[in-house]
């Protein structure tokens, strides 16, 4: 995936810097949870409840939507009863532990990022002799899951350690993944752009570009057939654009991709959609950090006095970061700082990094929960679309992190000039057109009230949707087969809790909502193109091109 350890403008190796930042983070947060005064209040509580589990006077029961301890022997067995009891004894003490931090929200943020990964850690299903399950799946196989176990745990750790949670085999990108018929129609340095083929005797005049995250495969958006949004949007006649990101090398120099970089590029893809569609008029889609940059590239054209834009679409998107959220916490203490080195440094962070560093924000379900099922019940790595996308990591330069980062920590995006993009002074208010907002209800990445924030940033008319769910699977909402419900309205409230309790409650999909939304955005009806790109743009091959592959 990545090249040479060594960086070309500098002899720091990739990730040096974020395991420092890392490393500090985690010590910052033990020094928060040692709190002498705290332990010794629990002190008696704690002491009183050990005796009752001793005596089996203990009522601690196990959270029924807790997986670890689904297994009937933990209530059935004397034994597991009491361990299972300890342990939940254990992670009550620690949420208390957390709770006593004292200090601004980033201290309790990172103090509970620690205590779940060492609660998480400590539970006894991560172990073959205190997991039952584990036990008699050791008897009825006659040993041969210990062994599977055993197998798939020494692949783990040559691979780099962390438990494999997906077998990729089924998803070739460009066969049942990234498969929506289309073609390369421009190539630079940094991406390449796709123009998917219509699927509709007519489209609408006005293209909709999409803007990935620069940190992700674009394909995300366009996973297997049934649950693509790409294909969606094309279905209901949407003349669709999508930037394919190149995965930054180090030893090509991509070390020195910054945020201007990457806006210029959105600015040039632009430029590109306009002419082979011959629309003055271009609709924005940005996912997450795609809807960061984004948002900068059309603030960069409103201050320009460029009226192109005809929407924005945004999605799990946060431009400031006046609620909770992870990048408040994670740069804090002098993480940013140890990015902005590696910046000058010229680092490219390797994209395992930063997969890993995702995961341990939900150890139990994105780490242990694999660890359990390869390691100790032997099983093989299931076969998941979004998990194979997960996978397929992609890097990202220090200097890009550095900047974005900053932005969100030091809240610029909310103060007019605070922000120049290509050395012109921004202010988002100023982007007036109109926008779609999404976001997750339980979203542990880019958390609603924070994406609810991106609203009151910007200027021009808003709709804001929050989906029951999670990260992935907020935008991941197939129109025929959403499992999540959603809540919507305008966002005219500045507090993002008393906007929910008055929005209004849908079930199904958003997609169809959006839909609708932006195709009263996109134009009149036009014959479909015959083919692809146009006389100055000519095709360079079919999606997904190059680089995603890279």
Same mark, same amino acid.
């Given at each position: 995936m990545d090249g040479p350890d060594d960086v070309a403008l500098g002899s720091v190796r990739p990730g040096a810097a974020g395991h420092a930042g890392t490393a500090r983070l985690l010590l910052e947060a033990a020094a928060d949870l040692v709190n002498p005064a705290a332990a010794a209040r629990e002190l008696p509580w704690l002491a009183g409840e050990l005796l009752k589990i001793g005596l089996g006077r203990s009522d601690l029961g196990f959270d029924e939507k807790d997986p670890r301890f689904h297994d009937a022997t933990w209530r059935e067995n004397p034994l597991y009863h009491r361990l299972g009891q300890s342990y939940r004894l254990y992670e009550e003490w620690a949420g208390r532990m957390v709770a006593a931090v004292d200090g601004p929200w980033e201290r309790r943020a990172r103090a509970a990022y620690l205590t779940n990964i060492i609660t998480g850690a400590l539970s006894p299903t991560n172990y073959l002799l205190t997991n039952p399950l584990a036990v008699k799946r050791a008897f009825e196989t006659g040993g041969q899951s210990v062994l599977r176990g055993a197998r798939n745990m020494l692949r783990d750790l040559a691979r780099g350690g962390m438990p494999s949670m997906v077998n990729r085999g089924p998803f070739p990108v460009g066969e049942t993944l990234a498969c929506?018929?289309?073609?390369?129609?421009?190539?630079?340095?940094?991406?390449?752009?796709?123009?998917?083929a219509p699927a509709t005797a007519t489209v609408r005049s006005h293209p909709l570009l999409m803007v990935p995250p620069e940190l992700n495969r674009y394909y995300v958006l366009d996973l297997a057939p049934g649950r693509s949004m790409v294909e969606y949007a094309v279905a209901q006649g949407i003349q669709v654009f999508m930037i394919v990101w190149r995965n930054p090398r180090?030893?090509?120099?991509?070390?020195?991709?910054?945020?201007?970089?990457?806006?210029?590029a959105q600015i040039r893809a632009a430029e590109v959609v306009r002419s082979i569609c011959g629309s003055q008029t271009v609709n924005w889609l940005g996912l997450c950090a795609g809807g960061i940059t984004a948002a900068l590239a #059309?603030?960069?054209? !409103? *201050?320009? %006095?460029?009226?192109?834009? @005809? =929407? &924005?679409?945004?999605?799990?998107?946060?431009l400031t970061s006046e609620h909770p959220n992870i990048v408040g916490w994670?740069?804090?203490?002098?993480?940013?700082?140890? #990015?902005?080195?590696? !910046? *000058?440094? %010229?680092?490219?962070?390797? @994209? =395992? &990094?930063?997969?890993t560093s995702f995961a341990w924000l939900r150890p139990n379900d994105l780490v242990f929960n694999y660890l359990v099922s390869g390691w100790l019940l032997g099983?093989?790595?299931?076969?998941?679309?979004?998990?194979?996308?997960?996978?397929d990591a992609t890097a990202i330069t220090a200097r890009l992190a550095a900047e974005v980062s900053e932005m969100l920590v030091e809240r610029k995006a909310a103060r007019a000039g605070a922000i120049s993009v290509l050395g012109t002074p921004i202010d988002l208010a100023k982007v007036d057109c109109d926008s779609f907002h999404v976001a997750g209800y339980t979203d542990h990445i880019t958390?609603?009230?924070a994406c609810y924030d991106s609203t009151q940033v910007?200027?021009?008319?808003?709709?804001?949707?929050?989906?029951?769910?999670?990260?992935?699977?907020?935008?991941?909402?197939?129109?025929?087969?959403?499992?999540?419900?959603?809540?919507?309205?305008?966002p005219n409230a500045q507090d993002p809790d008393r906007w929910l309790s008055a929005a209004a409650e849908?079930?199904?999909?958003?997609?169809?909502?959006?839909?609708?939304?932006?195709i009263q955005r996109s134009g009149p009806d036009r014959p479909a193109p015959g083919k692809p790109g146009s006389r100055q743009y000519p095709p360079l091959g079919p999606a997904p091109g190059t680089y995603v592959r890279e």
């Open positions: 929506t018929p289309g073609t390369v129609v421009y190539r630079d340095e940094i991406f390449e752009l796709l123009q998917y180090p030893g090509l120099g991509h070390g020195r991709w910054g945020a201007d970089d990457y806006l210029g #059309l603030g960069y054209l !409103a *201050a320009k %006095g460029d009226t192109s834009a @005809g =929407s &924005a679409t945004f999605i799990v998107t946060m994670m740069a804090g203490g002098g993480s940013l700082a140890l #990015l902005q080195e590696a !910046a *000058a440094a %010229g680092q490219v962070f390797p @994209g =395992s &990094a930063l997969r099983e093989d790595p299931p076969a998941f679309d979004v998990l194979a996308w997960n996978d958390p609603w009230r910007l200027g021009g008319r808003k709709e804001m949707v929050v989906v029951k769910s999670g990260h992935i699977q907020s935008f991941v909402n197939p129109a025929k087969t959403a499992r999540y419900g959603y809540r919507d309205a305008a849908h079930e199904g999909s958003w997609w169809p909502k959006w839909a609708e939304w932006l």
